[in-house]
T-cell receptor, first 112, second 113 residues
Framework: QEKVQQSPESLIVPEGAMSSLNCTFSNSASQSIWWYQQHPGKGPEALISIFSNGNKKEGRLTVYLNRASLHVSLHIRDSQPSDSAVYLCAVSLSYNQGKLIFGQGTKLSIKP | NTKITQSPRYLILGRANKSLECEQHLGHNAMYWYKQSAEKPPELMFLYNLKQLIRNETVPSRFIPECPDSSKLLLHISAVDPEDSAVYFC?????????????FGHGTKLSVL
């Protein structure tokens, strides 16, 4: 059974600073790793995904994937109050026909 | 996200029967029901692809999914239990393989009395 662990559980970051979130997964055959953002009372919204080792940058977001250590991180540059939300790491397994396994989430709060 | 609509938005039930509805206007072939309990991540309940049930996770038999066409998904609930109190999200999927991406509706919050 795939396990997805996120850290920290919660994070408070000053406005304008860098926010860094971590995720580890248990299956090296994982197809893609996604980061979802969930605001209170809303459904999760896909932000960015990565498949290959290395990093991927989209706007203020950068993700780093290290398959050898089964670790992925999300970094949000110039954090804004609107970035305050729960961030869910999700792993897609190649043999699971589209099933996403979610981590328990990191609650990010940006202080103005 | 107004392209995946769910109804009702809120549902308060005793031991009654009710159906949740979902419709997606994205042209996707795969649709999902996820359950999210308080302070927990979403957990997959059912997955349909081209109207065929592909995965049926360990879900109590009182939950019965139905896919009348590729853009609609229903979840019939009978004799709900307090442990069923949660938000139920409908989602649809675009792409395949490494490009798979899920789009979620706003959810139906079920409260069991």
């Amino acid at each position: 059974q795939e396990k997805v662990q996120q850290s920290p559980e919660s994070l408070i970051v000053p406005e304008g600073a860098m926010s860094s979130l971590n995720c580890t997964f248990s299956n090296s055959a994982s197809q893609s790793i996604w980061w979802y953002q969930q605001h209170p009372g809303k459904g999760p919204e896909a932000l960015i995904s990565i498949f290959s080792n290395g990093n991927k940058k989209e706007g203020r977001l950068t993700v780093y994937l290290n398959r050898a250590s089964l670790h992925v991180s999300l970094h949000i540059r110039d954090s804004q109050p609107s970035d305050s939300a729960v961030y869910l790491c999700a792993v897609s397994l190649s043999y699971n026909q589209g099933k996403l396994i979610f981590g328990q989430g990191t609650k990010l709060s940006i202080k103005p | 996200n107004t392209k995946i609509t769910q109804s009702p938005r809120y549902l308060i039930l005793g031991r009654a029967n009710k159906s949740l509805e979902c419709e997606q206007h994205l042209g996707h072939n795969a649709m999902y029901w996820y359950k999210q309990s308080a302070e927990k991540p979403p957990e997959l309940m059912f997955l349909y692809n081209l109207k065929q049930l592909i995965r049926n996770e360990t879900v109590p038999s009182r939950f019965i999914p139905e896919c009348p066409d590729s853009s609609k998904l229903l979840l019939h609930i009978s004799a709900v239990d307090p442990e069923d109190s949660a938000v139920y999200f409908c989602a649809s999927r675009s792409g395949t393989g490494t490009n798979e991406r899920l789009f979620f509706g706003h959810g139906t919050k079920l409260s069991v009395l």
